[in-house]
C-alpha cells in the first residue's frame, strides 16, 4: 500500500500550479517599480547588497558571498492588479536544517488600501529546493479593481539572477507611495540581522521595521561573517543618501578583546564622513544559555555583559565628547523577560523574536530619527 501524503489529506498543504492566462511579465529594474533596500542595483545592474567590484575589497569570503544573498531588499509599486505572480531564478542552492524555505528563498507579499497600513497576502509555494520558480503571492480575481500599494520582499538567505513580476495584462501601475523620511537606514550586523531564521521574508526584523517606520533599511547582516572590520564602515560609507547607521555586530565579534578594538575604528571612519548623521550602537540579544548566567562556572552572561558595558562605554565616552547624534541600546531587554522562547535554536530569533526586536526599537529609532 502506498504511502499516504499530507497533501492528499489537506489540500492547502499543497504546492498549487498557477495560470499565466491573463498576465504579463515585468522588467522590475524599469519605472515605475522601485527596488529598495540593494543601494548599488541602479549602478551596477545586479541583486546584490555591496558594489559589483567592491573598492576596498570585501573584509572576508562570508561577507564576499553573502552579498549576494538579498536580505532586506524590496520591490516597490502601486497597481490595481487582481493578481500579482513572481518568476524567479535563485543564484545559490541554499537550505538549512532549522529555517524554512519560505525564508530562506522564498518572497512575501504585502498590500495596503490607500490610506491604511501594509497587510501580508501570500509568499512563495514551490517544490523544496527547485532553482526556479513561478508562484501567485495576491489574487482578488472576485473584487473590483482598486489602486493597492504593494511590496514584495526578496529571499533572506539566498540570491536571485533574475526576477519578474507578472500583473494583470491591461493593470494599471504606479511609482510606490513616498517613504517617510528620505534616505536609508543603514544596518551592518549578523544572521540575526540577516534574518536567520524568519519563517518568510517579511518577518525579519529589518523589513517590520521598514513597515513600521515607512522607510528604506539597507540589510548589511552578514550571517557569521559580521566581524567588525574596518572596510565594511569604508564600504558603507559608498552608501548613498543614508539617514542613520546602526552597528549590531557584537555575537561576529568573537572576543571583548576583538570588539573593543574593532567598534572605535568602526565609528571613527563613520564619522570623519558623517559628522553629524545619527549612529546607533546595538548590543546583543539574549541567547538562551544565558540563563545558565547565575552559575559560578558559566561566563556566558559575563561574556554579554562585558560587551555591552564596551559598547555602552564607547558611547557614553564620545557624547561626552560632544558626539550628540550616537546612541546605546542594550539589546538584551529587545526580546523581554522569556527570551528563551524566541529562538529556534537558542541564538536564531523565530518569528516572534524578530517581532519583538522591532517593537522594542520602534520608538527609540522614530524618536532619534525624528518621525
Known sequence: MSKPSIASSDRNMATGAISDNGLKYYNIAEPPFKVAGLPFFYIDGVFRRLPANPVPAAPNEGVEHLSWHTAGAQLRFRSNSSRVTVKVESRFDELMDHMPQTGICGCDLYYALPGEPLRFWGVSRYGVGELKYETELFNCMNTAPVMREFVIHFPLYNGVKSFEVGLDENAEIEPPSAWSKTGAIIWYGTSIQQGGCANRPGMASTNILSRKLNMEIVNLGFSGSGKGEKEIAELMCQIPDPAMFILDYEANAMTLE??????????????????????????????????????????????????????????????QNGDANIYFIDGGTLLGEDYEECTVDGIHPTDLGFYRIAENLEAPLKKILGL
Open 258 to 319: 576583538n570588539l573593543s578594538a574593532t567598534l572605535p575604528v568602526l565609528i571613527d571612519i563613520l564619522r570623519e564622513k558623517y559628522p553629524d548623521l545619527p549612529i546607533v550602537v546595538i548590543s546583543r540579544i539574549k541567547f538562551s544559555h544565558d540563563q545558565l548566567a547565575d552559575l559560578e562556572h558559566d561566563t556566558s552572561r559575563n561574556s554579554r555583559l562585558g560587551g555591552a558595558e564596551i559598547q555602552r562605554k564607547e558611547v557614553e565616552r564620545r557624547r
